[in-house]
């Protein structure tokens, strides 16, 4: 299962979501998301969809690594269905039947929400460096900078979180083989007795995040880092023509939506 766990991993590629400024990506899957609440209709979920197989396709990315990261996250896709299922009020399916048609067309629609949201976001991360994400990000706050806000910190902070979860992933399947082959069982007993057999594990895993936390800090320091006050970029971003046009394609999008509701 840990394996399944895809967030925060980076495919290089020369895909077009590959080229396009990260800025222009993290625009666009804030309209995708807000695209994705406002409608209400089949036609539009249609066309949500129709979009999201055409970028899983567009990215270059193989599909059963993108599929592969919905394994994870298919508890809270059920559980959401299952609540819309059986507490959405209208016409039972069947005389006395807590299940009704409406709750049934919810459902399905909230589950392809929010596995299009998953695919969405899991995209972003897929065709974006988590150096690039920081720097759209960066770019795209800068005007809290005038409320005193530490924008270059938080931004860094994001990526960095962002860019150790692969790791920390990795580190966990390392210690969870080790005790598994010293005899540790994790897949069978009850709840409690499973969270008592992950404490051989936590316990490690907090030793060695703290330790590389430490490493990165001093790393840091070597290196004469001292926040992003007078900080220059190797590499500067310049919106091109096919990012604005990736722009205002999503900008159409949001208004077709909204006029499809």
Same mark, same amino acid.
């Given at each position: ?139 795209? @706050? ?51 007795? $499973? ?25 840091? /320091? ?6 992003? /006050?007078?900080?220059? $970029? ?19 999008? @949001?208004?077709?939506?909204?006029? @499809?509701?």
């Amino acid at each position: 299962m840990l394996k399944d766990i895809t967030i925060g991993q980076y495919f290089p590629g020369d895909s077009i979501l590959h080229r396009l400024d990260p800025r222009a990506k993290l625009i666009a899957v804030f309209l995708y998301i807000v695209a994705l609440f406002v409608n209400s209709s089949w036609l539009a979920n249609a066309v949500m969809l129709i979009l999201t197989i055409i970028l899983m396709a567009v990215s270059g990315i193989p599909p059963r690594h993108i599929l592969r990261g919905l394994r994870p996250m298919l508890f809270i896709i059920l559980l959401t269905g299952i609540l819309n299922l059986f507490f959405t009020k209208g016409t039972p399916v069947l005389p006395g039947w807590i299940i009704t048609w409406e709750g049934i067309s919810q459902t399905i629609k909230m589950m392809l929400r929010i596995t299009m949201l998953i695919i969405g976001t899991f995209l972003l991360t897929y065709t974006t460096s988590p150096m690039q994400i920081t720097d759209g990000l960066e770019y795209l @706050l800068s005007p809290l900078k005038r409320l005193h806000v530490p924008v270059h910190e938080l931004t860094l902070i994001m990526s960095m979180a962002l860019r150790f979860i692969p790791t920390l992933i990795e580190e966990t399947d390392k210690i969870m083989s080790a005790q598994k082959s010293r005899g540790a069982d994790f897949e069978t007993g009850g709840l409690v007795q $499973r969270a008592k057999a992950l404490i051989p594990v936590l316990v490690p895993l907090f030793v060695s995040s703290f330790r590389r936390a430490d490493e990165l800090a001093v790393a840091m /320091e070597s290196r004469c880092y001292h926040g992003g /006050e007078g900080r220059t $970029r190797m590499h500067e971003l310049v919106y091109t023509r096919r990012d604005i046009v990736a722009i205002c394609l999503a900008v159409a999008l @949001l208004g077709l939506l909204i006029i @499809l509701r």
